[in-house]
C-alpha cells in the first residue's frame, strides 16, 4: 500500500499484461470477484488468475472484502474469497461546466462520491476566467476529499470537442472558450491524465448509466438484432445531442458530433448566438421555456417552471406545447438520419422533461417506422452529481481500456 501511494499513478500502459487489466476491471465493475468467478468469466487457468490476484493485491488495488456476499445455499466446494477494489487506492475528478455554472465529483476507486460542489461562473466571464474558477474548483474539491493519489480528470465541457486535442472547438457563449487548450491547461497544472467529452454526451451517459435501463433493440423476423442506440437531447444553457449505441458515445473525426442545437428549424426564426437564424436551441434553451411559460404565470427560474408543470398549470402547458411540437419534431428529423431505438430527453426539471417526452412519444405514435415500431421517448432530470460520476467514468473507461 505505502509502495502504491509513494508513486505515480498506474496507468493502464503501466500494467504490462492485458490479462491483469481485465481481471482489475471486472473486480472494479462488478464491485466484488473470486477468484474462481474470474477464471469461469475469462477462460484464464486457475494458477493464472491466482497469480493476477496476487500481484493486484500487492500493489494495493484489489483486498479482500470484510463483509463478503451471502453463499448460495447449494454451493459446493471450497468457501470463495471475494474481492473488491481498494477504496482509497485512487481518486477521480468529474467536472461538467457550460456558461453560468460548473460542477464536480470525486470518486474513489470503489466508486463512493467523496465530494461534490457547484459554483455559479460570473456573467460574461471569458474563457480565461472560467478556466480559472474551474481550476479552482477542481483543486478545492480534490483538498476537500482527501485519499490515493489522483488517476485521472473527467471533463464535460460545453459545444463541439475536439476528443483526442482536448479542446473546445467551438462555443459561443463563454468568449474565447473556442479553441481553448482546456484539457492542456489542467493536465499542466494537476499533472494528471484528463479526458473530454462535451455537455450533452455526459448527460447521456450519466442517464444511461445511473437512470435509465435502456431498451433491447427491437428484434425482426428473418434480420440479426440490432445493437441498442439511443439519442440523447439535453436542453440547458443550450441545446445538445449525443447518439449512444451499447452505451459507446457516438464521434466523428476524433469529434463530439450530432450537434442537434444548431440544426436550422426555421431560416427566418430567431437570432442564435451562433450567428444563425431559427436553431433548435433559439425556441428550446432553459431561458426561453422560462421566458414562454412567464408570458401566462409568474415563472423566473426552472425550479418555477417544473412546479407549475408537475403542479399541471393548464395555461403553462398550453404556451410550452409549441415548443414541445418543436422537440417532436427534430427528434422525428433525428428518426430518420439516425434510427436511434429509443430517445431521452434531458432538463434541469423532471417534470418540464416528461411533459416534452410525452408529447414527442404522440408525435412518434403518430408517424410509426415503416415497420409499424415507435422508438420511445423517455424524460430525465439533469443531475450535477449523477453528470460528475459520468465524467469520472471516462477516467475510468480510460484506464481499463
Known amino acids: 500500500m505505502t509502495e502504491l501511494r509513494d508513486r505515480a499513478p498506474i496507468r493502464a500502459a503501466d500494467i504490462k499484461e492485458r490479462n491483469e487489466r481485465l481481471v482489475l476491471a471486472m473486480v472494479f465493475r462488478s464491485a466484488c470477484a473470486s477468484q474462481s468467478q474470474v477464471a469461469r468469466a475469462t477462460g484464464l487457468k486457475a494458477p493464472t488468475v491466482f497469480r ?55 470518486e474513489d476507486f470503489a466508486k463512493r462520491v467523496l465530494y461534490s460542489e457547484e459554483r455559479s461562473i460570473p456573467a460574461g466571464a471569458n474563457a480565461d476566467q472560467a478556466y480559472d474558477l474551474v481550476s479552482r474548483l477542481l483543486a478545492d474539491a480534490l483538498g476537500r476529499a482527501p485519499g490515493g493519489p489522483v488517476l485521472g480528470i473527467g471533463v464535460g465541457a460545453p459545444g463541439v470537442v475536439d476528443l483526442a486535442g482536448g479542446a473546445v472547438l467551438e462555443y459561443m457563449r463563454i468568449p474565447g472558450l473556442s479553441g481553448f487548450p482546456l484539457a492542456a491547461r489542467l493536465r499542466e497544472h494537476f ?9 450533452a454526451t455526459v448527460a447521456a451517459m450519466a442517464a444511461y448509466r445511473y437512470s435509465a435501463k435502456p431498451q433491447p433493440a427491437p428484434t425482426r423476423s428473418r434480420q440479426p438484432e440490432r445493437r441498442s442506440s439511443v439519442f440523447a437531447l439535453l436542453l440547458r444553457t443550450g441545446v445538445g445531442g449525443a447518439l449512444l449505441r451499447d452505451g459507446v458515445p457516438f464521434e466523428s473525426g476524433g469529434k463530439t458530433a450530432v450537434e442537434i442545437g444548431h440544426m436550422i428549424m426555421d431560416p427566418d426564426g430567431p437570432t442564435c448566438p451562433c450567428g444563425g437564424h ?29 412546479q407549475l408543470i408537475a403542479a399541471g398549470d393548464a395555461s403553462v402547458l398550453a404556451a410550452l406545447l409549441p415548443s414541445a411540437h418543436i422537440v417532436a419534431n427534430a427528434l422525428l428529423n433525428i428518426r430518420h438520419l439516425l434510427d436511434p431505438d429509443e430517445f431521452m430527453v434531458i432538463s434541469r426539471s423532471d417534470a418540464l422533461s416528461r411533459f416534452l417526452a410525452d408529447e414527442a412519444t404522440s408525435r412518434m405514435a403518430a408517424r410509426p417506422k415503416p415497420d409499424g415500431s415507435v422508438p420511445r421517448v423517455r424524460g430525465y432530470r439533469w443531475d450535477a452529481i449523477l453528470a460528475g460520476r459520468a465524467a469520472c467514468d471516462m477516467v475510468f473507461d480510460g484506464f481499463f481500456a
Open 191 to 199: 499533472g494528471v491524465t484528463v479526458r473530454m467529452s462535451n455537455n
Open 278 to 306: 431559427g436553431c433548435l436551441e433559439t425556441y428550446l434553451a432553459e431561458d426561453v421555456l422560462i421566458a414562454t411559460a412567464a408570458t401566462v404565470a409568474p415563472c423566473t427560474d426552472i425550479d418555477g417552471l417544473d
Open 52 to 106: 493476477i490476484f496476487a500481484e493486484l493485491q500487492r500493489l494495493g488495488l484489489i483486498a479482500p472484502l470484510d463483509a463478503p456476499p451471502p453463499i448460495a445455499a447449494d454451493h459446493k466446494g471450497r468457501k470463495p474469497i471475494w474481492f473488491g477494489t481498494v477504496a482509497d487506492a485512487y481518486r477521480v475528478a468529474g467536472l461538467d461546466f457550460r456558461a453560468g455554472v460548473a460542477s464536480v465529483v470525486i
